[in-house]
């Protein structure tokens, strides 16, 4: 049976293509999503995706993927720099999990300069665009299948 991803979306990422296209690009999610599952179909994996605007949904979708995902691909958004809660999830699920974000946090207000998920994630890709969730998607595949 193909191994299985999962990915998540946080909080405001339903808005992209009218949200600050200046910062965050005119991709939607669905077109993101659409990528996604065309590379995945390609590696011969399965995604299931996710996006809530709740941390409360977050942190229980992570608390279920046990046994159920090889990895998780996870933009936390504006959880990322707050969410201690995301943080311990990912940490008691033991998914090997990689962060992905479109615009590059380090290059941004100070406030997005910590990670809290980073510490927790088997790494970080930052500021690539949608090709944050490509390379991200990629290495996820790669965990999967190890
Ligand atoms: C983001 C960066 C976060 O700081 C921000 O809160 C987001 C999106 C990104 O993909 O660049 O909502 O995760």
Do not use: C, W
């Amino acid at each position: 049976m193909a191994a299985k991803i999962l990915v998540i979306h946080g909080p405001n990422l339903n808005l992209l293509g009218k949200r600050e296209p200046d910062i965050y690009g005119n991709i939607t999610i669905d077109e993101i999503n659409k990528k996604l599952k065309a590379l995945a179909k390609k590696k011969n994996v399965t995604l299931d995706v996710f996006q809530s605007n709740h941390e409360g949904e977050i942190v229980d979708k992570i608390g279920k993927a046990k046994n159920k995902y090889k990895s998780l691909l996870i933009n936390p958004a504006a959880y990322t720099h707050t969410s201690v809660a995301i943080r311990d999830a990912i940490m008691a699920t033991g998914i090997p999990t990689i962060e992905v974000h479109l615009s590059n946090i380090y290059s941004r207000e100070d406030f997005r300069h910590t990670s809290l998920v980073a510490s927790v994630a088997k790494g970080q890709i930052s500021g690539f665009g949608i090709d944050s969730y490509i390379y991200g998607l990629e290495a996820a595949i790669k965990l999967a299948k190890t």
